[in-house]
């Protein structure tokens, strides 16, 4: 079934470590995205990336970083987790196409609870 | 910089009750206004986008419209399977998204 896995599912981590979480897409999307979401925030994006080998920041960026080497996987790492990065983790994609604007298809989500 | 305010934060309905959700947003050039459902423990599920001030768009009980300020999202005659949270997005001149907070809709039968 085409669409957008994300991995683990949930996971408590304790605070100091280190924690990547996965991301794939099967629709050959140009553009991936990690937001994260909180109560009463909404959803807000900690970075992005345009196409393969390319990489933005969002609102949120601190405290993560990404990579993009190939169209299908985005992986988000947190080097050192702290308790407020403790959130619900959405990926997403989109055709990215320059000058079109089109929506984003989300993933299941990670919950992710830092102690 | 952009922002998306949506009201109510929570709606509870009975079957058959019709009522509507509020967006309301700040942007530098608008490209696109975006609805999406979340379902309880998911991922938002994309329903619809509107362009341009004084378009439609309708999905069985849903009709979103678009005005210069704000979006409505209209639910007609809801049933419980139409109870989630409804976010709406305004993508801007950098295509980046910017998301408002959702409204919790509860139908009860």
């Known amino acids: 079934i085409a669409g957008i896995t994300q991995a683990p599912t949930s996971q408590i981590l304790a605070a100091g470590r280190r924690m990547t979480l996965r991301c794939t897409q099967d629709?050959?999307?140009?553009?991936m995205y990690w937001y994260r979401q909180d109560l009463g925030l909404g959803l807000r994006l900690i970075h992005y990336?345009?196409?393969?080998?390319?990489?933005g920041k969002g609102e949120v960026p601190d405290g993560y970083s990404v990579s993009r080497a190939n169209t299908d996987d985005f992986p988000l790492t947190l080097a050192s987790a702290v308790p407020s990065q403790t959130s619900v983790y959405f990926c997403?994609?989109?055709?990215?196409?320059?000058?079109?604007?089109?929506?984003?298809?989300f993933g299941p989500g990670t919950r992710l609870t830092v102690l | 910089e952009d922002q998306v305010t949506q009201s109510p934060e929570a709606l509870r309905l009975q079957e058959g009750e019709s009522s509507s959700l509020n967006c309301s947003y700040t942007?530098?050039?608008?490209?696109?206004l975006f609805w999406y459902r979340q379902d309880p423990g998911k991922g938002p599920e994309f329903l619809f986008t509107?362009?341009?001030a004084g378009e439609e768009k309708e999905k069985e009980r849903l009709k979103a419209t678009l005005t210069k300020k704000e979006s409505f999202l209209h639910i007609t005659a809801p049933k419980p399977e139409d109870s989630a949270t409804y976010l709406c997005?305004?993508?801007?001149?950098?295509?980046?998204?910017?998301f408002g907070a959702g409204t919790t809709v509860t139908v009860r039968a």
């Open positions: 990336s345009n196409t393969a080998g390319t990489t």
């Open positions: 997403a994609s989109s055709d990215g196409l320059a000058g079109v604007v089109d929506e984003q298809f």
């Open positions: 942007v530098s050039g608008l490209r696109g």
């Open positions: 629709m050959r999307h140009n553009a």
């Open positions: 509107l362009y341009s």
């Open positions: 997005a305004v993508q801007a001149d950098d295509y980046k998204l910017s």
